[in-house]
């Protein structure tokens, strides 16, 4: 699976070149399905009118409305009461998941009881494109600061897909806590690897690489 992990969506044209490379060709000849499903677990987003923004590709949530051949709805709450046959070729066949933002670890825990965490490493030309919660959810941790829903383990962990963190919304004027040096704060008590990002950054996972490509501001917090 190629990421593209972003704090605010593919908010000005490097993010939205780098989003060209990982896919190899326009949009337009692309099939994506997007997942809200973070959403309903954050206070301060769904459900309710924000989901159904960031399902339209309202302003605000550049990431739907970019031009895609198609684009379908993966609710993951609702996989486990159906058969895998009936939504597995549904994914497989998409060139890319759009994913929301909202609470990583409601995001992360319905990845696992969904089945799809099962099937992400099958996805190999697969382009995962997350927002701020979406990117959060493939690290190995949040921190305690982003945790907001609880899981059943009681702790801060995520997918782990890639092996640094991720603080997103750096320096957002609707985020005044969001500063370098909470991020700094943040980053200390994670014990790895980790990168604050601005809503005009995004990082780029292909091949065992890994990219920042940036308009704005960032920082890698060893």
């Known amino acids: ?18 989003l060209d490379g990982l896919l190899g060709r326009p949009v337009e ?20 009118v924000k989901a159904r923004e960031f399902v339209l590709g309202e302003p605000g949530n550049p990431m739907v409305q970019l031009g895609w051949r198609s684009v379908g709805l993966l609710e993951l709450t609702a996989l486990p009461s159906l058969p895998a046959e009936r939504w597995e070729p549904v994914v497989r066949e998409a060139d890319v998941l759009l994913v929301s933002g909202g609470d990583a670890l409601y995001l992360s825990h319905w990845v696992h009881e969904s089945g799809l965490g099962d099937l992400l490493p099958s996805l190999e030309d697969t382009v995962w494109v997350g927002m701020s919660a979406g990117s959060m959810v493939m690290t190995p941790r949040v921190g305690d600061e982003f945790v ?13 897909l890639v092996d640094f963190s991720i603080f997103p919304h750096l320096d957002h004027p609707e985020l005044p806590t969001n500063t370098l040096a909470a991020a700094e704060t943040w980053a200390a008590r994670l014990g790895g690897p980790a990168y604050a990002v601005d ?24």
């Open 1 to 18: 699976m190629k990421l593209l992990l972003t704090s605010g969506g593919v908010t000005n044209p490097t993010i939205r070149a780098a």
């Open 29 to 48: 000849e692309c099939t994506a399905l997007c997942i809200p499903t973070a959403m309903y677990g954050h206070p301060w987003v769904g459900p309710g």
């Open 148 to 160: 907001g829903w609880r899981p059943p383990a009681g702790d801060d962990r995520a997918l782990g």
């Open 199 to 222: 809503d005009d950054t995004a990082i780029v996972v292909a091949d065992g690489e890994v990219e920042v490509v940036s308009e704005g501001t960032w920082k890698l917090l060893a």
